[in-house]
């Protein structure tokens, strides 16, 4: 069916322009009854974080998501997007989205003044109803408002002219949702010129005698350190926000690790196949929630899901490397292949006292901790006691981030229980895997002080 052109075509078909927060109600509602995924991609805010969003919507109140760096705020503003209707009416040409029935700007008013309902109609979609801003401290009124336009009174027009001016980004998302993000980090003094926005609706510009009451939906991030280091929001303007929702990091770790599978960079090769084992995944997301609570990792600023993204990514890389120098067409993460995160690590952890080698030793520990971990979840140590007696009996086994697959495969059947602690990892005999199952299995019994091990330069051996 056809999208009425003019507005007197829209009259007719009895379309009833609704305000954009009772817009979004009303498709929040269709959605909860549908049983319907509300967000997309968003992972571990079921039961705490949703739920809040959904209250704060259907009471029709303006949103500040408080949270530390990657806790998906930016992405949960830009999925409210998706409680926008599919297509709305707009006067054609207008720059503010203005609702044929009733048009705010001056432009507009003028044109249905002369033309009456033959004016022009035109439909836009969700995208174009969104606006986002960065908060940052050179951000002006002119930006978020508006501002006379210096070209415009040159062709000729009076400064008392209301067509002067030229309108900002939150007059461009009338009838839409308007998101700035790091709050704290706008100017007070700019802070202020929103108050008007969120509570009477309207803006206003220069000293124009001009109102222009605007529909938007306002939502913003904050982080909680810019609350009290760098910035804040201002009292009146946190007042008139009507919910502040507080994100979080995953809260277990088959959560991080579904963030990390949806958001990895992955790369189609069609001659390498890498495959990362389930207990590799577990271990760095357990090295991310072991750093989320460390008392040598600064807690205020945060530790980002980016860092189990980016760990996850090196692992693979490493691997990759590996197998592309032994010519193997399976590239499988082990544990030699560890630090190779630590640099996409260092760079996103604020340690709490700072001199020079502590971020990588405190690193260290944590990866140690969290592959004894992983280890102890799918484990007993006293079930390798075969192996360990083999171990103390003068057996030796070497590793390193380089040594083809084909190795430990050859040593296999002098480590008795390691084909059974394979299968219990869910790995098959292919070299690669199986590679990487016995290094895991190796280093979790050192770990749990029942096997020696000897660290050499980009290599290590494990004897009793």
């Known amino acids: 069916m056809e999208h009425p052109t003019t507005i007197a075509q829209l009259r007719q078909s009895e379309y009833r322009v609704l305000p954009v927060k009772e817009e979004m109600r009303k498709n929040l509602v269709r959605k909860i009854k549908a049983s319907a995924v509300l967000f997309p991609g968003i992972i571990g805010f079921d039961g705490s974080v949703i739920p809040q969003v959904e209250n704060a919507i259907l009471s029709g109140q303006d949103i500040v998501f408080l949270g530390e760096r990657g806790q998906a705020k930016s992405r949960l503003i830009r999925s409210l997007v998706s409680l926008l209707d599919e297509q709305v009416p707009v006067i054609d040409g207008c720059e503010i989205n203005d609702n044929p029935y009733a048009p705010i700007c001056r432009a507009c008013r003028d044109r249905v003044a002369a033309q009456g309902?033959?004016?022009?109609?035109?439909?836009?979609?969700?995208?174009?109803?969104?606006?986002?801003?960065?908060?940052?401290?050179?951000?002006?009124?002119?930006?978020?408002?508006?501002?006379?336009d210096p070209i415009r009174v040159a062709e000729g027009k009076y400064l008392a002219n209301e067509l002067t001016i030229h309108y900002g980004?939150?007059?461009?998302?009338?009838?839409?949702?308007?998101?700035?993000?790091?709050?704290?980090?706008?100017?007070?003094?700019?802070?202020?010129?929103?108050?008007?926005?969120?509570?009477?609706?309207?803006?206003?510009?220069?000293?124009?005698?001009?109102?222009?009451?605007?529909?938007?939906?306002?939502?913003a991030s904050a982080n909680p350190e810019d609350?009290?280091?760098?910035?804040?929001?201002?009292?009146?303007?946190?007042?008139?926000?009507?919910?502040?929702?507080?994100?979080?990091?995953?809260?277990?770790?088959?959560?991080?690790?579904?963030?990390?599978?949806?958001?990895?960079?992955?790369?189609?090769?069609?001659?390498?196949?890498?495959?990362?084992?389930?207990?590799?995944?577990?271990?760095?997301a357990e090295v991310t929630q072991l750093a989320r609570r460390s008392p040598k990792v600064n807690q205020r600023s945060g530790v980002s899901v980016r860092i189990s993204i980016t760990n996850y990514e090196n692992l693979a890389s490493n691997a990759s490397r590996r197998a592309l120098r032994t010519g193997e067409t399976e590239a499988v993460p082990r544990i030699t292949d560890l630090p190779s995160i630590i640099p996409s690590s260092a760079g996103k952890l604020e340690m709490e006292t700072w001199e020079e080698g502590d971020d990588q030793t405190v690193l260290e520990k944590i990866i140690k901790t969290a592959v004894l971990n992983?280890?102890?979840?799918?484990?007993?140590?006293?079930?390798?006691?075969?192996?360990?007696?083999?171990?103390?009996?003068?057996?030796?086994?070497?590793v390193s981030e380089g040594q083809p697959a084909d190795r430990y495969m050859t040593m296999l059947r002098e480590l008795p229980g390691m084909e059974k602690a394979l299968k219990g990892l869910g790995l098959d005999k292919r070299p690669a895997l199986a590679a990487s199952g016995v290094?895991?299995?190796?280093?979790?019994?050192?770990?749990?002080?029942?096997?020696?091990k000897t660290e050499l330069d980009g290599a290590a051996i494990y004897a009793g």
């Open 439 to 452: 290094e895991f299995v190796l280093e979790g019994l050192h770990l749990s002080k029942r096997i020696n």
């Open 227 to 284: 609350y009290t280091n760098r910035g804040r929001i201002i009292t009146p303007l946190k007042d008139r926000f009507g919910a502040q929702i507080r994100t979080h990091y995953p809260r277990n770790v088959e959560d991080e690790i579904r963030i990390v599978e949806q958001e990895r960079t992955d790369f189609q090769d069609r001659e390498l196949t890498v495959i990362m084992p389930d207990f590799m995944k577990e271990i760095v």
């Open 169 to 219: 980004l939150v007059p461009r998302t009338n009838r839409g949702i308007f998101a700035i993000n790091e709050l704290p980090d706008l100017a007070e003094r700019i802070q202020v010129g929103l108050l008007n926005l969120i509570e009477e609706r309207d803006v206003q510009i220069r000293g124009f005698k001009l109102r222009l009451p605007i529909d938007v939906y306002v939502v």
């Open 374 to 398: 992983v280890f102890r979840r799918h484990f007993e140590a006293s079930q390798f006691n075969e192996l360990v007696q083999r171990f103390d009996a003068g057996l030796t086994f070497e």
């Open 117 to 148: 309902d033959g004016v022009a109609v035109r439909w836009i979609s969700p995208g174009e109803r969104y606006s986002e801003k960065l908060a940052t401290p050179d951000t002006s009124i002119a930006d978020l408002i508006g501002e006379v």
